[in-house]
């Protein structure tokens, strides 16, 4: 990734992924708008780095990617946040469980997506989107998670083909783990859960 970028926004920047991206960014002298909604992470980030800016809100509610993106305007845009799956075997949840992702991480997708192409974002502007792994193996005990992922990978690509039918120039990249990520809160939880219903240890 370039880092000629002037001003990153890094949506779900407090925790994870997002929180060691958002401090390299802003160590590397990128100005850093960092959006989730724990206020209590987002104020230990702001202390770690001198060009961290935090903003508390819920990225998935309606309106907010709009409003992030036309007040914010990044050349550089990460969507990094989203709900955490409940991790139990399908039978064990409800629709809620199930869908929760459905309606954070891929809604978050969709809204930026759609926020990035009709502003629109300014021309070079980069749209990086994490996915999963489980978008391409599936994810037994995460519900709707794994079928979530895959459609927030579609939308990288469905963004592309508009932003190249527009000719807006936006560059929009979909980045797919195919592990779990040690020292994450998800990648323990799960590989403890995955572990266990295979009878092993972690």
Known sequence: MSLDYQQALVIGGSSGVGRELSLNLAKKGVHTIVAARGAAGLAQLAGEAANIETVAIDASRDGAAGELLATHKPDLLVLAGGQRPKIAAVHEMGWEDFSATWNSDTKMAFE?????????????????????????????????????????????????READRLGLGL????IIPKQLIAGTDIGKEASAAYAASAGIDV
């Open 171 to 174: 560059n929009f990249l979909s």
């Open 112 to 160: 930026f997506t759609k926020a990035a192409l009709t502003l629109p974002l300014a021309e070079g502007a980069t749209i990086v989107s994490f996915s999963s792994g489980a978008a391409l193996a599936g994810s037994p005990l995460s519900g709707g998670y794994a079928g979530a992922k895959r459609m927030q990978h579609f939308l990288v690509n469905y963004g592309q």
